[in-house]
């Protein structure tokens, strides 16, 4: 018997081909179409990003601005700080070269404890010259808020962040998902997590979840004027513009995972789906090319001499490890269809939820779809909507 392959190379073969091809689909990711976000509290004294030069306001802007800032003041006076912050936001989109409306923006952002916007229009009133206006406290307001904003960032969390932002970089978009999640169970409301988890997750396929991320980010980030929130409410309207984003089935999912990778593929993961193929592909593949071939030779050859061909009696072929490989592949199609089966669930899951969350809101009730037979009429609810 002389097989082809010696048996620890078969097997070094099987377990090289899975393993590279693994990390090369693993890899195989789009560019990011937009920038992570990798300032983060701790490193140091907070730097304010590069100011942006504002257009110059026209005449009726600056007295839109002075009114909104005067309308703002009365509802500070009389309690109503979000009134007086949602003004102030105003007053400082019309007139952006304001270091006073600015500022007190700012004051009006720290009164309602949202520190990291704060932090943020206290660097654009620093920018448009507020000390030569006066104001001589930003930078003293500014750094306490800083303080109170590193405080709550704890040892754990802020490791997390590194690390999603090491893996993301390294297309590792699955640990850096993992990563910022880790960061966002921490500080339940630490913007740039959610803001860098987002990108992750679309860059996974993972398109509904993205959204709710960049949404939630824009909630801890009211900052209207702020370049990055502005270009998040962009991507989210192409998002939604151009993306159908439908709840995936569980059963469905299972099913279509019996097939190596569709389950993922149904689910939004495309990544992840041409992993599992590629896997069980490769696993197949690998028990195919190994073969162990014996020869029945009419004259027993010398020690280590192969058979002269002319003494050929018959050439026996046989694939030791075809078997073993199909099993693998089974266990790797098997594992996705569960775990698309679970990702479906979970889509559904949290799918409701937001249902439920936005009829409590609003006060709205929603039903259907349902089906009811009364006799020989059959009445069908697509969907409905009840107002309370």
């Known amino acids: 018997?002389?097989?082809?392959?010696?048996?620890?190379?078969?097997?070094?073969?099987?377990?090289?081909?899975?393993?590279?091809?693994?990390?090369?689909?693993?890899a195989s990711v789009s560019a990011q179409e937009l920038p992570l976000e990798?300032?983060?509290?701790?490193?140091?004294?907070?730097?304010?990003?590069?100011?942006?030069?504002?257009?110059?306001?026209?005449?009726?802007?600056r007295v839109r601005a002075s009114q909104l800032t005067s309308d703002a003041l009365q509802a500070s006076i009389l309690g109503d700080l979000e009134s007086a912050r949602a003004l102030l936001g105003q007053a400082a989109e019309a007139d952006a070269t304001s270091p006073e409306v600015a500022y007190r923006h700012a004051r009006a952002l720290e009164d309602l404890e949202l520190r990291d916007a704060a932090i943020l229009e206290f660097c654009r009133a620093m920018a448009l010259g507020a000390f030569e206006a006066g104001i001589g406290d930003s930078r003293a307001r500014l750094d306490a808020l800083y303080e109170v904003v590193r405080e709550r960032i704890t040892d754990r969390a802020r490791t997390a962040f590194v690390s999603g932002l090491s893996r993301a970089d390294e297309a590792f978009f699955e640990d850096a998902d993992a990563s910022f999640s880790v960061a966002i169970e921490e500080v339940p409301d630490w913007a740039e997590a959610f803001y860098n988890r987002?990108?992750?997750?679309?860059?996974?396929?993972?398109?509904?979840?993205?959204?709710?991320?960049?949404?939630?980010?824009?909630?801890?980030?009211?900052?209207?004027?702020?370049p990055v929130v502005v270009m998040v409410s962009e991507r989210i309207g192409m998002l939604e513009g151009s993306v159908a984003v439908p709840t995936p089935s569980p059963s469905a999912a299972l099913a279509l995972g019996m097939m190596p990778g569709m389950g993922q593929y149904y689910t939004g993961r495309g990544v992840s789906g041409t992993v599992i193929l590629t896997l069980a592909g490769a696993a197949v593949a690998a028990g195919l090319l190994v073969q162990d071939v014996?020869?029945?030779?009419l004259n027993t050859p010398p020690a280590g001499a192969p058979c002269p061909p002319g003494e050929i009696v018959e050439e026996i072929s046989d694939r030791p490890y075809l078997m073993p490989a199909i099993g693998a592949a089974a266990a790797v199609t098997l594992a996705g269809a569960i775990e698309a089966f679970f990702r479906a669930r979970g889509r559904r899951t949290e799918q409701?939820?937001?249902?439920?969350?936005?009829?409590?809101?609003?006060?709205?009730?929603?039903?259907g779809p349902s089906v009811a037979m009364r006799g020989a009429r059959v009445d069908v609810n697509v969907f409905g909507l009840r107002f309370r």
């Open 38 to 61: 990798r300032n983060y509290p701790g490193t140091g004294p907070f730097e304010c990003p590069a100011p942006v030069t504002p257009a110059a306001p026209t005449e009726d802007q």
């Open 352 to 367: 409701a939820e937001a249902i439920d969350n936005l009829a409590s809101t609003n006060g709205i009730s929603l039903s």
């Open 294 to 297: 014996t020869v029945r030779c």
């Open 198 to 226: 987002a990108i992750v997750r679309e860059q996974l396929g993972r398109v509904q979840e993205s959204l709710t991320d960049y949404r939630r980010y824009l909630l801890l980030t009211p900052n209207e004027i702020d």
């Open 1 to 26: 018997m002389s097989p082809e392959t010696p048996q620890h190379a078969r097997l070094g073969l099987i377990t090289g081909v899975l393993f590279v091809l693994g990390l090369t689909c693993g």
